[in-house]
């Protein structure tokens, strides 16, 4: 059996403590996941990339997972960037794509602000335990607004119409 060791990890919690995403917490991918309350649920998490541009950590990763679509479950692919800033504001964005048996495409978009912890891995306990602590005291946005959170899901149509559906309603505050 050849357990999945990953070579940096992240997590993404929104400002009251929701976990959005956790990325092979403990080092491993198993138990990974990807979730939006009532929205999508992840499948498959692949194994993430790590970058360090500036003084900004990045971690990528995809996998599959299903959309809530008007009640239906759709299975689709996604895509995840979790940026920690360490300082200032951390984002994370998130794309998903499916196509329906119908012909039309369905894609969602999310980009919030929120807690972001990217990782070395053979450093996460030591950094979890401090972001720990600063979850304890973290500052909560009073309009969060101005820090550009956005989710929308696109349905484009064989015949051209796209159709907008705002999400930010029902995802954010859960």
Do not use: W
């Not at 990953?6 to 979730?35: E, M, Q, R, W």
């Not at 940026?83 to 048996?101: I, K, N, V």
């Amino acid at each position: 059996m050849c357990i999945k060791r990953c070579s940096c990890s992240g997590i993404v919690k929104n400002y009251k403590g929701n976990t959005y995403a956790d990325i092979c917490p403990k080092g491993k991918l198993k138990h990974s996941f990807v979730t939006f309350h009532e929205i999508f649920r992840s499948l498959t998490v692949e194994k993430p990339n790590c970058y360090s541009i500036g003084n900004v950590d990045y971690l990528t990763t995809g996998g599959t997972g299903l959309l809530n679509f008007h009640g239906k479950e759709i299975e689709g692919l996604y895509t995840l960037i979790l940026a920690d800033t360490g300082s200032q504001t951390d984002r994370f964005a998130f794309e998903f794509l499916a196509t329906l048996p119908s012909g039309s495409s369905v894609a969602v978009f999310i980009s919030f602000a929120a807690n972001v912890t990217v990782c070395k891995c053979k450093r996460c306990k030591k950094m979890k335990k401090q972001a720990d602590k600063t979850d304890k005291e973290m500052k909560v946005p009073i309009d969060l607004s101005h820090f550009g959170n956005y989710a929308r899901m696109l349905v484009f149509h064989p015949n051209g119409r796209v159709d907008e559906e705002d999400l930010i309603g029902c995802s954010y505050y859960k």
